[in-house]
């Protein structure tokens, strides 16, 4: 069998576009969704995400503002830009790109982003009602697994949902997402003893470990959808999944391909959140 192919790309773009009577409705009441972006340092891949967010918030209609700073920056100028947008009534949302530079708190600088604006998620008093079940902004990636598998008409409740990797922007999100849709959900993570024992009993395979083709087809339950979240720039230049994804497509029911994914939809969903964040602002 050859799985079937969930794109993540176009389906980005179907979401995006669908946002035009909310973005329409916003301007009636002269309100355009302003993103802005706090980037420390020179990482390429950030650089290269920022990139593709502001391309798609132009498309969408959303304005975007990048604030560069160089890696010495210190914590005080940080949390210093970061006041300075949590009180600018143009500014609905913000993202801190991550990672930040070793000298800086990361968990002190996510958590001086205004709730109201925190768009990504990561905010304690969001992450808090993702627990408990109540609304707030959910993580861009598992917010977009989660409409990909919607979108792909994969079955989730009852289905046993196997985790590969267990940070606090995807695995640990994920897993509550999954159990609100009545998935058994297993998390595994760098100390699980035998891995493929664990990842070969799954209905739903997610993979967010960070280790280019990890998963091989031997791993893989067959007829299992497999959602690769992992995105590794190898020495030639190319873009790898944490799956093996040539082989493991003969074995898997669904599959996304690295790049065009799990990637287009965090975008889609930060710019989803943003403008939910600019309604909130007029309620």
């Known amino acids: 069998m ?34 802005a972006a706090i980037l420390a340092g020179d990482d390429p891949a950030s650089r290269v995400y920022l990139r593709n967010k502001a391309r798609a918030c132009e498309e969408t209609g959303v304005r975007s503002e990048v604030h560069e700073f160089p890696a010495s920056v210190s914590a005080s100028a940080l949390l210093e830009r970061l006041a300075q947008l949590n009180a ?38 969001n992450l808090g009602a993702l627990l408990q079940g109540r609304p707030g902004f959910v993580p861009g990636t598992p917010a977009g697994v989660m409409r990909l598998l919607e979108h792909a008409g994969v079955p989730l409740a009852g289905q046993h949902a196997v985790i590969v990797g267990r940070s606090t922007i995807v695995g640990k999100p994920l897993a509550l997402l999954l159990l609100q849709k ?34 091989t087809a031997q791993m893989v339950k067959r007829g299992a959808c497999v959602i690769d979240v992992g995105v590794n720039r190898m020495a030639d230049g190319k873009l790898e999944g944490d799956v093996d994804f040539a082989a493991v497509r003969e074995t898997a029911g669904w599959i996304t391909p690295v790049p065009g994914g799990v990637g287009p939809m965090t975008i889609a969903m930060l710019i989803i959140n943003t403008i939910r964040a600019a309604e909130l602002s007029l309620a």
């Not at 035009?20 to 309100?31: P, T």
């Open 2 to 35: 050859t799985a079937t192919l969930i794109d993540g790309k176009l389906f980005a773009a179907e979401l995006r576009a669908a946002q035009k009577s909310a973005l329409s409705a916003l301007a009636a009441r002269g309100v355009q969704p302003g993103l």
């Open 88 to 125: 600018d009534p143009r500014v609905h949302g913000i993202l801190v790109q991550l990672p930040l530079p070793p000298q800086i708190d990361a968990s002190q600088v996510l958590a001086a982003v205004s709730p109201m604006k925190d768009v990504d998620g990561f905010h304690a008093m």
């Open 182 to 215: 009545d998935a058994t959900v297993t998390i595994c993570h760098s100390q699980t003893r035998d891995l493929a024992a664990v990842t070969q009993q799954a209905d739903i395979l997610i993979v967010a470990a960070g280790r280019a083709k990890l998963v």
